[in-house]
DNA sequence: GATGAATGAGCATTCATTCAT
DNA sequence: CATGAATGAATGCTCATTCAT
């Protein structure tokens, strides 16, 4: 069964760096500081959300200085930007790892309960473990703006396909319902996000992860053919 | 069946003056006024946020003074959160109407699910009648700040408990799962806020509301007993 | 020798009112919602100062309306300058009356210092007793704008003239040094204001009055010939 | 004979600086900007009073930018916060410096009378070589907010225990005539403060310097033990 | 006379961004 | 690459004053 993944860390491609300035040699040092700056920003921006953070704030949490935030990222928007694409791919991996480990060949019940609860799982675990990352990339689809906005929603529609390819055998062989995919999207991760969000806010007080088992399951009945 | 109640109207109880200012009697003049400045805020805070708003624009949308505004409300937060109350309101007081037109003395599976989905009718419901205050008040808690807070936990405090009574024999009776409160508001909700959340953002194009009776089952599924 | 008046209280004569609207009878209830308006203009700007006080202070303070406000006064300004000539004209009347107990017409060293002191008693007294007044009247002068800056300056110098007259006689027998008007005064008031000024604002703990004589007997040595 | 001393300026030390950003190293020429910004604010503050004074006036007059005052200030208060600091010291500075050109170990009737007409000619002569900044400076203590309020008093305090004990030893003896410390501030300063008041509101047209000796010995008069 | 809604110029302050050193 | 001073448009809010009811 699916376990959960321990030790995220906020780490992410070089070309977060070839994205932003076209320096022929992000050095390591480069990139180190690209990420401590994300990450501090990341801080901010859960606390503030995007609008309230000034980039004096992040310059104080990162101890460094204006110029140097611009140097690496050019502006506020382009922060945003990277830490939203740089959360999607990295949800997407686990997500992604997580399908792998299961085998959409064998077309069972059992297969087809495995894989929506893969997709639900995927969300908790993620979630619990970047809660900040996660809040912020759930709901600041709006940050990307500019240039970065085409490469998101190119990656974006391969992240659907992979999801789409890894259950059209499961919907033909109608074990699982066919409801277009934005509901079943919805159906899935609804559930766990609404809760998460009460739960980050601090209005609801037992974690996320104890519910684990409750929401996937919710999500199979909801979804699974009678 | 519950049916979908048309035509709603952005309409504030004196209630919403009586908080702001104190002044004997909010002739009926201030109270209209007051209830078009939140109109052609919420407006504004649906196209840019609450914190991409400015007063001018507001002013601009209400064709008065910013003077007008102010003497009217204080200052921003406090139109961003009577926005807000008053949202919770209107919306809490469909779902009690939803569920008065049910029979809870009758304790069959029938009257449960009729129960399960009148609380996803009145969500898509609502949220399709007022597309931009739904948005709002489902993702700007927040806003709310100051003294006004405390009498939305109050409010907030008496609808879960109404709800909470409502489905409790039930609950009792072995028909619907016994789970936290919490879980269950999220596993009803959910679906619907998420699938809204993004056709309200565009991104989704099939309205909220054709998928009415499929978000309703899909609750009554995750929660019923078997 | 001279007492101490007890029981000042801020009343002002019909002029006043004649002077701000020219209304043909200022009934005595128009003169009594006067009098408490400066009333508590002057407690509103002994504690802001008169550019940190707004109408609006002065409103609450009052129990009235804005509306009300101007029907009375006409604006600001017209408020904090009759505040300053009543106040002038009050303490101008103590004083007059200190000096009209003594005797001019006996050109002795007793009699003189008796002058001398009787101004610092005034100044000591009137402060004692309107310690906001006075504080406003003696750091305000620029309070008075437009027409009455004309008649105060009318006043003033009536009231110097009389002083003047009083005191001649023994400056011309050589019992008081002749000095400057202007130096005579600040050597006299002076330092009763300096030290009010520090008590006022509770930088001085021991009250004022309690250094009458020994002010009184400081002005008298500085200014007495030997 | 105590001289005056002529071409004051207003020039302040490095912790001017350092009160308001920490920064590691001040720069010099960053300090010049904020001498200059005090500067142009004095003239401002004189004129038209400090809430008189609009951030636009100091810009105009500093030909700076907005941004740039509040980038080394921080606020309006802390520009006339600042001032006011400093002035004190300025003043404390010069006084000292008087009193250091005495001998207060022999105690002569001579030595005390020295005393006391140094404390009157510092005031006399700080006041005549910096005008608007004694006007300021004994008329707004209360521009001291916040942080510096609390550093001001113990620079006060430092400052009165100078020169009480300076005077002590004189007092001890029999020269001076034993009243409160307050007392003796306010019968030495309260004549020269309250002249020059007016003399730089323009109400009395002869200069304070003119009669510098006069109030020197009105103060010896005053307080000498007979 | 009283009331309080309306007005809008004015103000302190913020903040993303630029650029010289 | 780093630094932090400089810039100025933008923003939330204040407040004296007017005026219709």
């Given at each position: 069964?699916i376990?959960l993944d321990?030790?995220?860390v906020?780490k992410?491609?070089?070309?977060?760096?070839?994205?932003?300035?076209?320096?022929?040699?992000p050095?390591?040092?480069?990139?180190?500081?690209?990420?401590?700056i994300?990450q501090q920003?990341l801080?901010c921006?859960?606390?503030?959300g995007?609008q309230?953070?000034?980039?004096?704030?992040?310059r104080e949490a990162?101890?460094?200085?204006?110029?140097?935030?611009?140097?690496?990222f050019g502006?506020?928007d382009?922060?945003?930007g990277?830490l939203?694409i740089?959360?999607m791919?990295?949800?997407?991996?686990?997500?992604?790892?997580y399908?792998?480990?299961?085998?959409?060949?064998?077309l069972?019940k059992t297969?087809?309960c495995?894989?929506v609860?893969?997709?639900?799982?995927?969300n908790v675990?993620w979630i619990?473990?970047?809660?900040d990352?996660?809040n912020y990339?759930?709901?600041?689809?709006?940050?990307?703006?500019?240039?970065?906005?085409?490469?998101l929603e190119?990656?974006?529609g391969?992240f659907?396909?992979?999801?789409?390819?890894?259950?059209?055998p499961f919907?033909?062989k109608?074990l699982?319902?066919e409801l277009p995919?934005?509901?079943l999207a919805?159906?899935v991760t609804?559930?766990?996000?609404?809760?998460a969000?009460?739960?980050?806010?601090g209005r609801?007080?037992?974690?996320?992860?104890?519910h684990?088992e409750?929401?996937?399951?919710?999500?199979?009945q909801s979804?699974?053919?009678?």
């Amino acid at each position: 069964m699916i376990g959960l993944d321990k030790g995220f860390v906020l780490k992410m491609n070089e070309d977060v760096a070839l994205e932003v300035s076209l320096s022929p040699k992000p050095s390591s040092r480069s990139l180190q500081k690209k990420q401590q700056i994300l990450q501090q920003a990341l801080l901010c921006f859960s606390e503030h959300g995007v609008q309230g953070t000034t980039i004096d704030m992040i310059r104080e949490a990162t101890q460094t200085s204006v110029g140097s935030l611009y140097h690496h990222f050019g502006n506020k928007d382009a922060i945003a930007g990277a830490l939203f694409i740089e959360g999607m791919r990295d949800f997407a991996e686990l997500l992604k790892q997580y399908l792998a480990g299961l085998d959409n060949t064998v077309l069972t019940k059992t297969q087809a309960c495995a894989g929506v609860k893969a997709l639900v799982y995927a969300n908790v675990d993620w979630i619990s473990n970047q809660p900040d990352w996660a809040n912020y990339v759930f709901h600041h689809r709006a940050a990307v703006k500019g240039p970065g906005k085409l490469r998101l929603e190119g990656d974006h529609g391969h992240f659907y396909q992979h999801i789409n390819d890894w259950f059209a055998p499961f919907l033909e062989k109608g074990l699982i319902q066919e409801l277009p995919l934005e509901v079943l999207a919805s159906v899935v991760t609804g559930p766990v996000h609404t809760y998460a969000r009460h739960w980050l806010a601090g209005r609801y007080k037992v974690s996320l992860v104890e519910h684990r088992e409750v929401f996937a399951e919710a999500a199979w009945q909801s979804l699974k053919c009678r």
